[in-house]
């Protein structure tokens, strides 16, 4: 064999390994999608039911990135994601107008709660979620917020500015820049109040000497969507795969596992499932 010819296999041979390499990678990286999600639909466990759930059905693998949902917001704007699971009504708004987004659905709510010690020192509890907070700040008792920009910290900043009052910088509020957990955790830690999505306060609620306060109110509603990335501004996203999560999430099936989640350990689901409703219905 020449040598001409014995180098023209070699490439030959180099190129087809090349594209047998890229193609398994790219193939690899289409079964695979990155979820950006907010940190209660991680620590209430939610999401331990369904992924699994979605992965044998569907054949992707996801990996969770359990952030804030002003984080997760970030990462879509970034393309870092391939599908957000949020609870920020107003910034998903605002991402979906930005063009980040194709597509928005509702997937479920439940509430927020203010929780505090058993012995309520500000006296908060039955109230209305701007005078327990009014209350919070005569008193001077530690409030523990997220400080996190999460849809529970944007939720907070508004039950504070519809109370009249500006928390910041005072010594008794108290930015944890922490998630959920964490945050009840150190309210629990200081004997202080803070506010909670209801599931994530009752999975974790075990030893943490906190009590549900103030609840009821309709503006602590609780709203999740699902949204899938623009492909216009990230050609890289993997759309096949966010399609597919968001449609699963809003499936009958899923729903129905959505609605029955924390039952048998609560005695009450931790989340109600909304597919398909009207935002109107919600108030939203």
């Known amino acids: 064999m020449s040598t001409k010819r014995f180098l023209t296999r070699i490439t030959t041979l180099a190129a087809t390994l090349a594209l047998l390499v890229w193609g398994t990678a790219a193939m690899a990286a289409s079964k695979s999608i990155i979820l950006a999600t907010t940190t209660s639909t991680q620590d209430s466990g939610l999401l331990d039911v369904l992924i699994p759930i979605f992965e044998k059905e569907y054949g992707f693998q996801v990996k969770t990135i359990?952030?804030?949902?002003?984080q997760a917001m970030k990462m879509g704007e970034?393309?870092?994601?391939?599908?957000?699971?949020?609870?920020?009504?107003?910034?998903?708004?605002?991402?979906?107008?930005?063009?980040?987004?194709?597509s928005r659905r509702l997937v479920?709510?439940?509430?927020?709660?203010?929780?505090?010690?058993?012995?309520?020192?500000?006296?908060?509890?039955?109230?209305?979620?701007?005078?327990?907070?009014?209350?919070?700040?005569?008193?001077?008792i530690v409030f523990a917020s997220r400080g996190d920009n999460s849809g529970t910290h944007a939720k907070e900043k508004g039950l504070w500015k519809g109370a009249a009052i500006n928390p910041e910088g005072q010594?008794?509020?108290?930015?944890?820049?922490?998630g959920m957990g964490q945050t009840l955790n150190v309210a629990a830690e200081k004997k202080g109040y803070t506010l909670t999505d209801r599931a994530t306060y009752l999975s974790l609620k075990k030893g943490l000497g906190l009590e549900i306060l103030v609840e009821g109110d309709g503006k602590l509603?609780?709203?999740?969507?699902?949204?899938?990335?623009n492909t216009v501004k990230w050609p890289?996203?993997?759309?096949?795969?966010?399609?597919?999560?968001?449609?699963?999430?809003?499936?009958?099936?899923?729903?129905?596992?959505?609605?029955?989640?924390?039952?048998?350990?609560?005695g009450t689901p931790l989340?109600?499932?909304d597919a398909g409703k009207k935002p109107e219905s919600l108030g939203l």
């Not at 949020?86 to 991402?95: L, T, W």
């Not at 709510?109 to 327990?132: L, M, Q, R």
């Not at 999560?245 to 924390?262: C, L």
């Open 66 to 70: 359990s952030v804030g949902s002003g």
């Open 78 to 102: 970034r393309g870092e994601a391939d599908v957000l699971l949020v609870h920020s009504p107003e910034a998903e708004k605002k991402f979906m107008a930005e063009g980040f987004g194709s």
């Open 108 to 140: 479920m709510h439940n509430d927020f709660v203010i929780v505090g010690p058993a012995s309520d020192p500000a006296k908060i509890k039955g109230g209305k979620a701007a005078d327990a907070l009014r209350r919070i700040a005569k008193a001077g």
């Open 171 to 178: 010594k008794w509020y108290q930015q944890t820049g922490l």
């Open 221 to 229: 509603l609780n709203v999740y969507h699902v949204i899938e990335l």
């Open 236 to 266: 890289k996203v993997n759309a096949q795969g966010g399609k597919a999560f968001a449609d699963f999430m809003v499936a009958r099936k899923t729903q129905d596992v959505i609605g029955r989640f924390g039952v048998e350990k609560f």
């Open 271 to 273: 989340f109600f499932p």
